[in-house]
């Protein structure tokens, strides 16, 4: 009985061994799970600090602005582009204007030259038509070839009476400046003149004296009395070139004429007889 007593005793004590060590066991590992999520956590934390995440940038101002100018630019590209077609210069255009002036020949005469002047508004003997006939490189007084007209207007990219009424002011223009006036002057010598002579007859000259230095030269009056009662019938070219430069240089009381200068004997003769009628 007393063996049979220990035995249950010792099974008991077995047991409760047992239940004590598988306590422990599951305590250990729930120590250990807690430890690996604990420092994985850790992990996790120290990679979100380091690696935060990826927000979605704003727009800045000078986004919106760069982006606002890039569209402004598209537009004003496309504007410019338009405009630039619409301006072309066209041959084929400029042929048929010219065909409402010239008919059926190469040329625009007299009558083609006034029906044209009427159009643009300008009197034939306004100096605007001679600086245009100078842009044409026109040959002879009262005529546009063909090829002039072609080879003018293409420079003035003038192709029709609307833009060449615009390029009007232009044209004045250019005779403010020196140097083109200075080869307007000598190119209306040659403009002039009869294609057979070789000098310009006086009243001609006179007309285009007046046409270029009227407004610009206050003794131009003068002179042209002077050749009116003059025995002069034609001016030669080294006279008419000389006419301007003496223009630009002398003084109105002709104080700085110098009569042993090179100057021709028609502007020594205009000199002196000036200088008589003031004294009388």
């Given at each position: 009985?007393?063996s049979?007593?220990?035995?249950?005793?010792?099974?008991?004590?077995?047991?409760?061994?047992?239940?004590?060590?598988?306590?422990?066991?599951r305590?250990?590992?729930?120590?250990?799970?807690?430890?690996?999520?604990?420092?994985?956590?850790?992990?996790?934390s120290?990679?979100?600090?380091?690696m935060?995440?990826?927000?979605?940038?704003?727009p800045?101002?000078?986004?919106?602005?760069?982006?606002?100018?890039?569209r402004?630019?598209?537009?004003?590209?496309?504007?410019?582009?338009?405009?630039?077609r619409?301006?072309?210069?066209?041959?084929?255009?400029?042929?048929?204007w010219?065909?409402?002036?010239?008919?059926?020949?190469?040329?625009?005469?007299?009558?083609?030259m006034?029906?044209?002047?009427?159009?643009?508004?300008?009197?034939?003997?306004?100096?605007?038509m001679?600086?245009?006939?100078?842009?044409?490189?026109?040959?002879?007084?009262?005529?546009?070839?063909?090829?002039?007209?072609?080879?003018?207007?293409?420079?003035?990219?003038?192709?029709?009476?609307?833009?060449?009424?615009?390029s009007?002011?232009?044209?004045?223009?250019?005779?403010?400046?020196s140097?083109?006036?200075?080869?307007?002057?000598?190119?209306?010598?040659?403009?002039?003149?009869e294609?057979?002579?070789?000098?310009?007859d006086?009243?001609?000259?006179?007309?285009?004296?007046?046409?270029?230095?009227g407004?610009?030269?206050?003794?131009?009056?003068?002179?042209?009395?002077?050749l009116?009662?003059?025995?002069y019938?034609?001016?030669?070219?080294?006279?008419?070139c000389?006419?301007?430069?003496?223009?630009?240089?002398?003084?109105?009381?002709?104080?700085?004429?110098?009569?042993?200068?090179?100057?021709?004997?028609?502007?020594?003769?205009?000199?002196?007889w000036?200088?008589?009628?003031?004294?009388?």
């Amino acid at each position: 009985m007393r063996s049979h007593f220990q035995l249950n005793s010792h099974l008991t004590t077995l047991a409760n061994i047992h239940k004590i060590h598988h306590t422990l066991h599951r305590l250990n590992l729930t120590e250990d799970v807690a430890q690996e999520s604990h420092q994985s956590g850790k992990c996790v934390s120290c990679c979100s600090r380091a690696m935060p995440p990826r927000k979605k940038r704003r727009p800045s101002a000078g986004d919106d602005l760069s982006a606002k100018k890039s569209r402004q630019d598209s537009i004003f590209r496309k504007h410019d582009t338009s405009q630039i077609r619409e301006e072309t210069f066209s041959s084929k255009r400029c042929l048929e204007w010219f065909y409402e002036y010239a008919g059926c020949d190469d040329v625009v005469g007299p009558e083609g030259m006034e029906k044209f002047c009427e159009d643009i508004g300008v009197e034939p003997e306004n100096v605007v038509m001679l600086v245009l006939a100078w842009k044409l490189d026109a040959q002879s007084m009262g005529y546009f070839t063909r090829q002039e007209w072609l080879r003018g207007m293409s420079s003035l990219q003038c192709d029709s009476t609307e833009r060449l009424r615009n390029s009007l002011d232009y044209l004045r223009s250019v005779l403010n400046d020196s140097t083109s006036f200075k080869l307007i002057y000598r190119y209306a010598f040659d403009f002039a003149r009869e294609k057979d002579q070789r000098s310009l007859d006086l009243n001609t000259a006179k007309c285009m004296l007046g046409l270029l230095l009227g407004k610009t030269w206050p003794l131009f009056p003068v002179f042209n009395q002077f050749l009116e009662q003059s025995k002069y019938k034609v001016i030669n070219k080294d006279q008419w070139c000389n006419v301007l430069e003496f223009s630009r240089t002398i003084n109105l009381d002709l104080s700085n004429y110098d009569e042993d200068g090179a100057w021709p004997v028609l502007l020594d003769e205009f000199v002196e007889w000036y200088k008589e009628r003031q004294m009388s």
